[in-house]
């Protein structure tokens, strides 16, 4: 099973900031078969970013995916209000699929 | 426009069994793959099950193989999944997603809570 770490666990910025969250991956994920999704509280997660860099329709493009192997980034290049949420890592190589623990992006 | 829509949450006692059930519509249903996806109150995300467009071929985390089943009426547009010997950790909130890649879209989800 493919360990996903997420980094770090709460992230204190402020609208207008650039955000950059990390996922770390106990063994290399092919492919890039990893995605980011994003989650509001009380609301389903979507889909950001898929096959590590592409993003999904209609996701604007202040949010970036990179890396390969086992080191993944996300970035949100200026915070918007609405960015305000927790983030999970999600590789499709290997089953069982999996999940980092997310990262809560908070309002600083 | 992609829906997907899950129902068949509730309580239930441990040991006990619930069937969800995932309406989906606005895509090529039998071209896809399909997955559950859970998430426990205040936790993360965690990947239940997967099941292939045909549904000949399907797949379990660990934590639920040998007790849920994953299957699917391509004729109706539905899936479901049968949930038996029920446990408190299997307290959730269940939601159906489109692919077993990058799950895309998520179905707004139904929380099945497990408690005496």
């Known amino acids: 099973e493919i360990v996903l770490t997420q980094s770090p666990g709460t992230l204190s910025l402020s609208p207008g900031e650039r955000a950059t969250l990390s996922c770390r991956a106990s063994?290399?994920?092919?492919?890039?078969?990893l995605a980011w999704h994003q989650q509001k509280p009380g609301q389903a997660p979507r889909l950001l970013i898929y096959g590590a860099s592409t993003r999904a329709t209609g996701i604007p493009d202040r949010f970036s995916g990179s890396g390969s192997g086992t080191d993944f980034t996300l970035t949100i290049s200026r915070l918007e209000p609405e960015d305000f949420a927790v983030y999970y890592c999600q590789q499709y190589a290997n089953s069982p699929r999996t999940f980092g623990q997310g990262t809560k992006v908070e309002i600083k | 426009e992609v829906q997907l829509v899950e129902s068949g949450g509730g309580l239930a006692q441990p040991g006990e069994s619930l069937r969800l059930s995932c309406a989906a519509s606005g895509f090529t249903f039998i071209a896809y793959a399909m997955s559950w996806v859970r998430q426990a109150p205040g936790k993360g995300l965690e990947w239940v099950s997967g099941i292939s467009d045909s549904g000949d071929n399907t797949f379990y985390a660990n934590s639920v193989k040998g007790r849920f089943t994953f299957s699917r009426d391509n004729s109706k547009n539905m899936l479901y999944l049968q949930m038996n010997s029920l446990r408190a950790e299997d307290t959730a909130v269940y939601y159906c997603?489109?692919?077993?890649?990058?799950?895309?879209?998520w179905g707004q989800g139904t929380l099945v809570t497990v408690s005496s």
């Open positions: 063994q290399s994920v092919t492919s890039r078969n």
């Open positions: 997603v489109k692919g077993f890649g990058a799950f895309d879209p």
